[in-house]
């Protein structure tokens, strides 16, 4: 299998043109606790440090959008405001109808953040209990929860991995299981931060193969992609949007990838 070298085409969602992320004029300021040296001084709180500032675009139903820019461009905080897990400083949110500060159970089950953070799984569990684990947050009863975690684990390739402690996982089978777990709610957004980070080239290759295919487009779902990696934007993006400083600075077809940035 090989990553596709011409844009992906859209869902047949994206033509109908409704909206699954609106991003109006966010904005967020961050006041580090203060060090030792500012403790002595009597200050509590570091200076205010702008992560985000101004940023707006839409992402119309269907569409794969990466977002894309160095290290500490604030792609990760941008994700984790969409998602509802900070609070943006200014500015408004909507993601797949939802006002992002209301977390409603239709909230977590419309919307997905997929993050391959292996703090985020119980270790000695099984991948089969992590996921059952996660279902139950999600408000599913246990039996929906079990057979939804089974169909889960065969479609991402970890059926004969089911019953196995999640610490003997690869670096690949976990990925697999973080995007299985982001599945659970059955979400039509999702909010992927580096999906293939520490993976191999072949495995980044199939992972992003499976995700573009079989999860996104077969199954009709918007999705904003956080990521550095130019490969991995033109694998999976309809189009790219660039972040630098906390600000975005353009937007760019993901066949220019390489000519935009000078590669």
Same mark, same amino acid.
């Given at each position: ?21 609106? #991003? ?9 606790? *203060? ?19 101004? #940023?707006?675009?839409?992402?119309? *139903? ?30 408004? #949110? ?7 500060? #209301? =977390? ?24 089969? =209990? ?6 139950? !947050? =999600? ?10 975690? =089974? ?7 970890? *059926? ?19 995007? *299985?777990?982001? !599945? ?80």
């Amino acid at each position: 299998m090989t990553d596709a070298t011409t844009r992906p085409q859209s869902s047949g969602r994206a033509a109908q043109g409704a909206l699954d992320i609106e #991003v109006r004029a966010v904005g967020k300021t961050f006041r580090p606790a *203060a060090g030792i040296r500012e403790l002595v001084r009597g200050q509590l709180r570091r200076p205010p440090v702008a992560a985000l500032a101004d #940023v707006s675009f839409e992402l119309a *139903a269907g569409e794969i959008v990466c977002l894309m820019g160095p290290n500490g461009a604030g792609k990760s905080t941008l994700l984790r405001i969409l998602a509802g897990l900070l609070e943006a400083s200014s500015g408004s #949110v909507r993601v797949a109808g939802l006002d992002v500060r #209301v =977390h409603s159970t239709e909230f977590r089950r419309k919307v997905s953040f997929v993050i391959g953070d292996e703090r985020s799984f119980h270790w000695p569990l099984s991948g089969l =209990h992590n996921l059952e684990f996660f279902g139950a !947050l =999600h408000g599913l009863s246990a039996s929906e929860s079990r057979r939804r975690a =089974h169909a889960l684990l065969a479609r991402v390739g970890l *059926a004969e991995a089911t019953n196995r402690p999640f610490r003997t996982y690869s670096r690949g089978m976990r990925q697999r299981l973080a995007l *299985a777990r982001g !599945l659970m709610g059955d979400a039509r957004v999702l909010l992927l931060d580096e999906p293939t980070l520490g993976l191999d080239p072949e495995g980044a290759r199939d992972l992003r193969q499976f995700l573009r295919d079989d999860v996104l487009h077969a199954g009709g779902r918007t999705a904003l992609v956080g990521t550095n990696d130019p490969t991995e934007a033109r694998a999976l993006a309809d189009r790219v949007l660039r972040i630098r400083q906390g600000r975005l600075v353009g937007e760019m077809d993901p066949a220019r990838i390489e000519a935009e940035l000078g590669l």
